[in-house]
């Protein structure tokens, strides 16, 4: 019995803290993330919408332009380009 309870005190924080690092390696570099890590990166994803089961809209800035994409499983597309705009 001694046993047992040894190895709960030493496993459960192990594990619990095995979790924690699981979610936080997750949030920090899951890909699509808004805002996840772009600090000062020269491209920045600015928003994404979903469409649908396997599709999205997003919109990235990159020097200065504001680029529109269409992004499915199978390819990334461009279809809008503009230039960005200061908000007040």
């Known amino acids: ?3 047992y309870f ?7 924080p ?15 570099y899951q890909p699509g993330m808004i805002g996840a890590g772009q600090g000062d990166r020269i491209l920045k994803i600015v928003e994404a919408l979903p ?6 809209l997003a919109v990235v800035d990159f020097e200065g332009k504001k680029i529109l994409l269409s992004i499915t499983r199978g390819k990334i597309e461009k279809i809008a380009e503009g ?6």
């Open 6 to 12: 040894l190895k709960l005190i030493i496993l459960l």
């Open 51 to 56: 469409m649908g089961t396997s599709g999205k």
């Open 14 to 28: 192990m594990i619990g803290g095995m979790a924690f690092a699981a979610l936080w390696l997750w949030r920090k």
């Open 83 to 88: 230039e960005h705009r200061a908000r007040f």
């Open 1 to 3: 019995m001694f046993w």
